[in-house]
């Protein structure tokens, strides 16, 4: 049996109206904190969450949770019970993903083993001692392309050494001489505003650490893992 016009018109009321509460919904929270809690930011986004009443608010890539009108906020995991699963976590996860095409390779510089087929991207502070273990293990890995990002974030030395890095005329011998070989990179000075951009894109994306590696599924991995770690995580890949 075909619907009959009335049945659609109700039907299609119906939508509308549950829209129009969606949105008064969303500006009486974006409304309310914002005038409550200026402190807060601008709010990015607001959307539903799988608990009744609860909502979540997105400022940047922290997140919060209220009820329809703004009168309580959470800060804190929403975990989800019934399935076992940190929805505030996988959430963030999405956010915090770094798209591999899309990483700024014009302020990185590259090194290159033998056939470097396959790729992965690296932040690094060059007083770093995770980071010079971590360089040193890297070694054994070959047939890779390393897009190296300096992440000085450790102070003003770190900024120093990194400008001198930067500005050497063969980037990546001077890295592997310091970070392998203990060898000072010679003072050396040119346009580095490429390390404030990294270090910029860092805080964005909420590199905290060094070594962040991002592979080019846009897999993410702090620390200092050993180079069998690297392998088996770069054979996991489609390049």
């Not at 770093?128 to 273990?133: A, L």
């Amino acid at each position: 049996m075909k619907p009959t016009k009335t049945a659609a018109l109700a039907v299609i009321a119906s939508v509308a109206l549950f829209v129009a509460s969606a949105q008064a919904q969303e500006a009486a929270i974006r409304k309310n904190l914002t005038e409550r809690l200026p402190q807060m930011g601008k709010i990015d986004e607001v959307g539903k969450t799988p608990m009744p009443g609860l909502f979540e608010v997105r400022v940047g890539t922290d997140l919060y949770y209220t009820d329809a009108e703004g009168n309580f906020l959470l800060h804190g995991q929403l975990i989800d019970t019934k399935r076992q699963q940190n929805l505030t976590e996988e959430r963030q996860e999405k956010l915090l993903a770094i798209d591999f095409a899309a990483l700024p390779l014009k302020d990185a510089f590259t090194v290159v083993r033998g056939n470097g087929k396959r790729k992965i991207a690296v932040f690094e502070d060059p007083n770093c001692g995770y980071c010079k273990r971590f360089e040193r293990d890297l070694q054994k890995v070959d047939n890779v392309t390393i897009h190296m990002f300096l992440y000085p974030i450790l102070g003003p030395d770190s900024t120093e050494k990194s400008r001198n890095l930067w500005c050497a005329k063969d980037k990546a011998k001077a890295w592997l001489d310091w970070m392998v070989r203990d060898a000072l990179p010679a003072a050396a000075s040119c346009d580095s505003t490429a390390l404030a951009r990294n270090v910029e894109f860092g805080r964005k994306y909420k590199i905290t650490g060094t070594p962040t590696m991002v592979f080019a599924d846009g897999t993410r991995v702090p620390g200092a893992i050993p180079a069998q770690q690297v392998e088996k995580l770069l054979a996991a890949v489609k390049q």
